[in-house]
Structure formats: C-alpha cells, structure tokens
C-alpha cells in the first residue's frame, strides 16, 4: 500500500513523528488465505490499515468478515501468508491493551451471570493473570470507562438484563477501558433501533476525528459507510470490500488517553441516553 507522508502527529509512542516521516501500518495483512478445511473463504488478501485510518468492511453473509477479524485478534491462524499488528507478527503480539474489540452482538450469551462493571473490568484481565488482583489504577480505569459511556448507575446490574443500546456502551466501554489505539467492531448496530444505531455513528465518529483512534468496523449499513467514509471501495476481495477514510490532519487530533477525554465521550454519549 502506499506510503502516506505527514508530520506532527503523535505516534503511538506519543512521540511526535518527524517530518516526512511514513504513517504506521497498525493492521497489515500479506497475502493471507484462510481454508475452513476444503471450504476456501478468504485468499490472496493483501490490506493495510494505516494509523488513524477509519476502515469499514463490507460483505456478504459468509464473505468472510468475522473469519478476517477473528485472523486479525489472533483466534484463528491463516492457512496461508501473514497478519501484523503494529509491525510485529500476530503470533507473537503482546500487546493486547493496544486493541479494543467489539464483539458481534449475537456473539454474546445473555445468560452469562456478570454484572456491567465485571464485563468492563474483564476488558483489562482478560490478557492479564486471572487471578492477579484489580488494583486501584485498575478500578479507576474502569470507573472511567463507565462514566465515559453513561453506564455508571448501570454498573451492579448484569449484563443480560439491559437493553441492546445499553448492552452496546458496556461493551464499547470494555473495549475503550485499555485506552486503545485501535478499535475492532464486529457488527456493533445490529439489533438495535434506528436512533440507537444514529447516536452510535455520531459517537464513533467523534472518537474517530477527535481522538487518537483508528477504526476496523465491520458494517451492513451501507448507508452510514457511504456517509462518512465514501462511496468507493479502495480494494476488493471476493465480495469483501474495504471502505477508507485517511484522517491525518494532526490539528483536530486531542487526546487518546480516555481519563482526559472522559467528559468528552461523555457529552458525546449524551444522545444515545
Ligand atoms: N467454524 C467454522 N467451520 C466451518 N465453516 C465456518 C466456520 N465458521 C464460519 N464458517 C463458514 O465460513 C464462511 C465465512 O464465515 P464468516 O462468519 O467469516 O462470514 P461473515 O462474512 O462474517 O458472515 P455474516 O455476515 O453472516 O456474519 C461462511 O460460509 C461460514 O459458513
């Protein structure tokens, strides 16, 4: 992919890049193939998400969306070629706080007996030692994240008694609690009212041009894509097709850390209430 040229803007060290210096690939995938058994579902991909990038993904129903975000977290290996993330291979990628996922809805068991604020805080121990306790750090973090997202009075209740827009902030607050540079949803609306699903955009897109955040967000909503991203696909792959928007005018770019922004998201998250 070609190289972008900027100056200015923090790299993910929060060093500010010299200019002429290129933009980070956070996501690279070369010339990845994935075989269910004899089932060919993804082959040949070549795709870079560059840092502050807002990528949608588009496809059909078994295109192999879930398939290539589930590559790009490391749960499932290629059969052929390599995925990188922020420069280093999955396979012996350690830092997992560096990437916020949001799981597809349906992908969630309502059943599951824990309650808001233990789904947010699993969004930091899951890469850590179960057993090592929460600190303080820890728990303001967490704290943070469920102010952020207006999820606060919510925080003792469990999970699977909250509606689809507020089962939504919970896990978009467990995928920001790392302060993460990139952030992967899977599908995030479905099953959610119009307007829910409007406040969602407004919000992502305000992280998007406000903050530090890269985006990889698969979508069925061809609409929203069109509108913020654009109408044109840069690349296709099979019926994959890989929507960009380049963000990388440093003067709108604030702050990534979420206990600075955290009444920002706040105010943000004010219309999904
Ligand atoms: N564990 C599995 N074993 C065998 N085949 C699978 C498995 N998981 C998915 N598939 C198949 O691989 C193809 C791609 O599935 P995937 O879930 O990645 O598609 P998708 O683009 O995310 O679809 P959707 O839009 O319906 O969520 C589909 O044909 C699916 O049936």
Redesign the pocket.
Known sequence: MEAIVHSGIPAADGQPKAAGECHQSIVTIEDVSFH??Q?K?IEHLNFSVLERDFVGLI????????????MIVGLLKPSQGEIRLFGQKVGTFRDWERIGYVP?KNAFNPLFPATVREVVLSGLYGKKNMFRRIGKTEQQKCEDALYAMRIEDLADRRIGQLSGGQQQRVFLARALVNNPELLIL??PTVGIDAETQAGFFRMIRHMHQHHHITFLM?S?DMDMVQSYIGSEPVQKSG??SFYVKHTHAPENCEETNLTHSIQQLREQMEVLV
């Open positions: 269910y058994e089932k579902v496809g059909a129903n078994g295109a192999g969306k879930t398939t290539l975000l589930k597809q899977d599908e698969v069925h019926t994959l």
